[in-house]
């Protein structure tokens, strides 16, 4: 039994290692975002002999998952459809929405079954399940690199675009590494004196360190300050050891964001870019060449991107031209339109309705101007908004993030209204508990942060559903807090 014991929680943490932090990988018909629901098999395995899933539980779940498909799905029916009832279930049964919305509210039903009863085990081991990730991606990295020739000496700190805009390796972007990035990165300093004594997986660690900062973006520099400050505000206990670290982190990552700031003005930024290391078109060729894939098709991005400063000042600017910024800008638009005009939301998996009525009240001028962007972007058009305070806005993001907005917060409130900023408060309020586990704040509270407010990629990945869930449940149900508190790592 005790074998088993150990294989089955190994396994576990294993699986939802792979689910939060690989979640946009996939082997065939196989994705990695769901693996972790593997595991209700050991749960009815087990309930045979405790009886852990209990009627009330499963009532409560069925009742909340019903609750979501009915609301969602007639709130599609009264509000985005022109159809008869019967009419509007046939067009929906052959385009395979039914199905389509059922199979992802069961996700969310089987996974708060599946939290619920491991939510302790997976809080005890939030550090061992980072280390099976930060040791599986740096050899997967490693042999990456040797496969191709040593691409990674030709595209980490010299690349602005990032080493997974050229290689989609194990990334498809570069933004999506650096959401769970970060709080791998916090959980890393905030226990260096665990990892200390732990020489092979501290190196690991280290290598997992200098690869970030070699694809550092607004993306990573956002995360990384904003996740700094949480654990100061929320956190009283921090090591110094941990604060020095951080304190340098915070000065290198400032030195990086503001590197153009500091280099000598006798050259134009073109020609400092020329004979530094910032030459993406050199970049592009080599990577090109490096890659054994089959790359036909992929249209390289010439030339060097906005920087940072000026990209995060766009956001304030009264014309905003840089199309991920306009993108951000017009998801809050969205939120505060939707709360306003439905304040219970517009349901699950409707954002997309909403969004094309919306999209289609505006008033677009497509022949006032096009844009010529420092980023080679060419959007044509501008958005006219009635509301004076929304700058203007390129016309072509109205084709971009249509079923999740930039950023989950914009999602959440769009689809569940109120109760999804009653959540947000009660999160809010949950970081500063004294009962809540340190790791859980350094580690999941960041990481939901991150997909809320600077990049989102859809509750599904990223661990954003499985940390919420186990979030929420610990709000719901507090877990007790342990006087002597050792956390667990890969040895």
């Given at each position: 039994?005790?074998?088993?014991?150990?294989?089955?929680?190994?396994?576990?943490?294993?699986?939802?290692?792979?689910?939060?932090?690989?979640?946009?990988?996939?082997?065939?018909?196989?994705?990695?975002?769901?693996l972790?629901?593997?595991?209700?098999?050991?749960?009815?395995?087990?309930?045979?002999?405790?009886?852990?899933?209990?009627?009330?539980?499963?009532v409560?779940?069925?009742?909340?998952?019903?609750?979501?498909?009915?609301y969602?799905?007639?709130?599609?029916?009264?509000?985005?459809?022109?159809?008869?009832?019967?009419?509007?279930?046939?067009?929906?049964?052959?385009?395979?929405?039914?199905?389509?919305?059922?199979?992802?509210?069961?996700?969310?039903?089987?996974?708060?079954?599946?939290?619920?009863?491991?939510?302790?085990?997976?809080?005890?081991?939030?550090?061992?399940?980072?280390?099976?990730?930060?040791?599986?991606?740096?050899?997967?990295?490693?042999?990456?690199?040797?496969?191709n020739?040593?691409?990674?000496?030709?595209?980490?700190?010299?690349?602005?675009?990032?080493f997974?805009?050229?290689?989609?390796?194990?990334?498809?972007?570069?933004?999506?590494?650096?959401i769970?990035?970060?709080?791998?990165i916090?959980?890393?300093?905030?226990?260096?004196?665990?990892?200390?004594?732990?020489?092979?997986?501290?190196?690991?660690?280290i290598?997992?360190l200098?690869?970030?900062?070699?694809?550092?973006?607004?993306?990573?520099?956002?995360?990384?300050?904003?996740?700094?400050?949480?654990?100061?505000?929320?956190?009283?206990?921090?090591?110094?050891?941990?604060?020095?670290?951080?304190?340098?982190?915070?000065?290198?990552?400032?030195?990086?964001?503001?590197?153009?700031?500091?280099?000598?003005?006798?050259?134009?930024?073109d020609?400092?870019?020329?004979?530094?290391?910032?030459?993406?078109?050199?970049?592009?060729?080599?990577?090109s060449?490096?890659?054994?894939?089959?790359?036909?098709?992929?249209?390289?991005?010439?030339?060097?991107?906005?920087?940072?400063?000026?990209?995060?000042?766009?956001?304030?600017?009264?014309?905003?031209?840089?199309?991920?910024?306009?993108?951000?800008?017009y998801?809050?638009?969205?939120?505060k339109?939707?709360?306003?005009?439905?304040?219970?939301?517009?349901?699950?998996?409707?954002?997309?309705?909403?969004?094309?009525?919306?999209?289609?009240?505006?008033?677009?001028?497509?022949?006032?101007?096009?844009?010529?962007?420092e980023?080679?972007?060419?959007?044509?058009?501008?958005?006219?908004?009635?509301?004076?305070?929304?700058?203007?806005?390129?016309?072509?993001?109205?084709?971009?993030?249509?079923?999740?907005?930039?950023?989950?917060?914009?999602?959440?409130?769009?689809?569940?209204?109120?109760?999804?900023?009653?959540?947000?408060?009660?999160?809010?309020?949950?970081?500063?508990?004294?009962?809540?586990?340190?790791?859980?704040?350094?580690?999941?509270?960041?990481?939901?942060?991150?997909?809320?407010?600077?990049?989102?990629?859809?509750?599904?990945?990223?661990?954003?559903?499985?940390?919420?869930?186990?979030?929420?449940?610990?709000?719901?149900?507090?877990?007790?807090?342990?006087?002597?508190?050792?956390?667990?790592?890969?040895?």
């Open positions: 039994m005790n074998k088993y014991n150990f294989f089955k929680n190994e396994i576990i943490l294993i699986l939802f290692s792979l689910s939060i932090f690989f979640s946009f990988v996939s082997i065939s018909f196989l994705e990695f975002r769901f972790y629901l593997f595991t209700i098999f050991f749960l009815i395995y087990e309930n045979f002999y405790s009886k852990k899933i209990t009627i009330i539980n499963l409560i779940t069925i009742l909340i998952v019903t609750a979501l498909f009915c969602s799905y007639f709130f599609r029916f009264i509000n985005f459809n022109d159809l008869q009832f019967l009419d509007f279930i046939n067009d929906e049964y052959k385009k395979n929405n039914i199905l389509h919305l059922f199979i992802e509210i069961f996700i969310i039903g089987l996974s708060i079954i599946i939290i619920f009863f491991y939510k302790c085990f997976l809080i005890e081991n939030l550090i061992k399940i980072i280390d099976y990730f930060v040791v599986l991606f740096v050899l997967l990295i490693l042999f990456y690199n040797y496969s020739s040593g691409i990674l000496f030709d595209l980490l700190y010299k690349c602005d675009l990032g997974f805009y050229y290689t989609k390796h194990p990334f498809k972007e570069t933004s999506h590494f650096q769970i990035a970060v709080p791998i916090l959980s890393f300093i905030f226990n260096i004196n665990i990892y200390k004594k732990k020489k092979i997986i501290f190196i690991f660690y290598l997992f200098i690869f970030t900062f070699g694809n550092f973006n607004l993306t990573f520099y956002l995360s990384l300050m904003s996740g700094i400050f949480i654990i100061f505000l929320t956190n009283n206990n921090i090591s110094v050891a941990s604060k020095y670290i951080f304190l340098i982190l915070l000065i290198v990552s400032n030195m990086f964001f503001f590197r153009e700031s500091i280099l000598p003005n006798d050259k134009s930024l020609v400092i870019i020329e004979e530094k290391f910032l030459n993406t078109d050199s970049c592009a060729s080599k990577a060449l490096k890659i054994q894939k089959n790359i036909s098709g992929h249209d390289y991005f010439q030339g060097f991107t906005i920087n940072g400063p000026k990209k995060l000042n766009n956001i304030f600017s009264k014309d905003i031209k840089n199309l991920s910024i306009g993108v951000y800008v998801s809050i638009y969205v939120a339109k939707s709360i306003v005009q439905n304040p219970f939301g517009v349901g699950y998996k409707n954002y997309i309705y909403y969004r094309n009525v919306l999209d289609n009240s505006l008033e677009v001028d497509w022949k006032k101007t096009k844009y010529e962007t980023d080679g972007l060419q959007p044509a058009g501008k958005i006219k908004f009635k509301e004076k305070y929304i700058p203007s806005l390129p016309a072509v993001i109205l084709n971009l993030n249509l079923h999740s907005g930039s950023n989950n917060f914009s999602k959440l409130i769009v689809e569940f209204g109120l109760l999804g900023l009653l959540t947000l408060l009660a999160i809010f309020i949950f970081c500063f508990s004294n009962r809540v586990d340190q790791q859980v704040k350094i580690t999941l509270i960041p990481l939901i942060f991150i997909q809320l407010f600077i990049r989102g990629t859809g509750f599904y990945n990223s661990g954003f559903l499985i940390s919420l869930i186990i979030i929420l449940l610990i709000i719901i149900r507090p877990i007790p807090k342990k006087n002597k508190y050792e956390n667990k790592n890969v040895k």
